[in-house]
């Protein structure tokens, strides 16, 4: 099994790709997230993988193929969503220039999926039964914080010796071992409402609420601790004249630790307790809904067996660290030794720059069939040394 081996399914995996590519796919898409899910299923039955299909009933359904026979060591994590809105693939669908392929979502993570069924069909080809000990989630929501599959996801990676998450690898190539833990919260304000030049003294402001909650909340940044907090997005009033009886901020927040997301919640929480402008109420609605990914004795352990296969196929991996969200956070956070950014390498994801180089497209590829070799065998050589010493 060498580069030559996948090298030679290269035009065959581009077209399948283009095939996912112009599926519009966005999170609310259900019709298209479903589309592309009935597209890859039939390669996942080919590998004689059981389906699963959890079915959602407004967002896309959620897909799990299990090998038949035997209990997977492994999880690989992928999601079939994009951020991208309706109609964008038939404005700019995929296309090839240079040694790039462009279009939404083609390396976010579309080129992905592709690249775990080649990796499988490959471990399969050359007689690698490997393949039997690998459970995929192909999920719907990741791009929205996986809202219905966290819990799918942690129910299924429950006794997995390990985690590959598929997101892309980063433009260097490197793969992820330690990612910020993230959540979105919603503030909403009411007030009361009254003329401001007839009456102003009978009403509440509830934007004036809001901008002291977001002075206050913009104060818990701690920038070199990892800590992050942004009101990103406001709204209220409805006339310039007028007193706003309502305001509403939507806030984005990034922490290190665990520890962390306890301490940020808490402050978060009695900030918005109590009001600074009499006769306003405050709703707080949210959560910090992904927990950090730490990259401990496990993860390393683990990247430094990704680094030993990358080296012998002439690939010189790196690690890094990132303030974006993935499921990774959730295999992670159980204890379960996890890497991310297997997938191929591109870049500008989630904008309509977003590329895939091509090159690298069999070379992960290859990569992670040489991984998921090294770990299996690795577990039944673990096995066998177990039985001997208790034999």
Do not use: W
């Not at 290269?10 to 298209?32: A, F, H, T």
């Not at 299990?66 to 951020?83: E, F, N, Q, S, Y």
């Not at 969200?325 to 295999?331: K, Q």
């Amino acid at each position: 099994m060498n580069v030559q081996n996948i090298q030679n399914k290269e035009e065959e995996m581009l077209r399948l790709l283009e095939k996912l590519v112009n599926i519009d796919s966005g999170s609310y898409d259900k019709e298209g997230v479903d589309q592309v899910g009935e597209v890859l299923i039939p390669y996942f039955r080919e590998l004689e993988y059981e389906i699963d299909v959890k079915e959602e009933e407004r967002l896309g359904n959620h897909i799990i193929c299990r090998p038949k026979g035997t209990k997977p060591t492994i999880l690989i994590a992928c999601h079939m969503d994009t951020v991208f809105e309706k109609g964008t693939a038939v404005e700019r669908p995929f296309f090839i220039k240079g040694k790039r392929a462009y279009g939404p979502g083609v390396i976010d993570m579309k080129a992905s999926l592709v690249s775990v069924i080649y990796a499988l069909k490959l471990l399969k080809e050359h007689c690698l039964d490997v393949y039997q000990h690998v459970q995929i989630m192909l999920t719907s929501d990741e791009e929205i914080g996986s809202p219905t599959s966290r819990a799918l996801i942690e129910k299924e990676a429950k006794g997995k010796h390990y985690a590959l998450v598929m997101e892309p690898a980063r433009k260097d190539g490197s793969v992820v071992t330690s990612r910020r833990g993230n959540g979105r919260y919603v503030i909403t304000v009411h007030g009361r409402a009254a003329h401001s030049g007839i009456e102003p003294e009978k009403g509440r402001s509830a934007i004036e609420e809001l901008a002291h909650k977001i002075v206050k909340l913009h104060n818990l940044n701690n920038h070199n601790k990892g800590i992050s907090v942004n009101v990103g997005m406001i709204a209220g009033g409805n006339a310039v004249n007028t007193i706003s009886d309502t305001a509403i901020g939507h806030m984005d927040v990034r922490v290190s630790t665990v520890e962390q997301a306890k301490e940020l919640e808490s402050k978060i929480e009695r900030i918005c307790a109590t009001s600074d402008v009499h006769g306003t109420t405050i709703e707080l609605t949210g959560d910090i809904s992904r927990p950090p990914m730490v990259k401990n004795s496990q993860i390393e352990e683990l990247y430094r067996i990704v680094q030993q296969v990358g080296a012998e196929i002439g690939m010189k991996i790196k690690d890094s660290k990132t303030g974006g969200g993935s499921d990774a956070s959730f295999t992670a956070a159980m204890g379960i030794p996890t890497i991310d950014g297997l997938g191929p390498i591109g870049g500008y994801a989630h904008s309509d720059k977003e590329y895939l180089e091509i090159a690298s497209f069999t070379e992960r590829t290859l990569l992670l069939a040489k991984i998921i070799e090294r770990l299996v065998n690795c577990q039944r050589y673990s096995n066998k040394v177990v039985s001997r010493f208790f034999v």
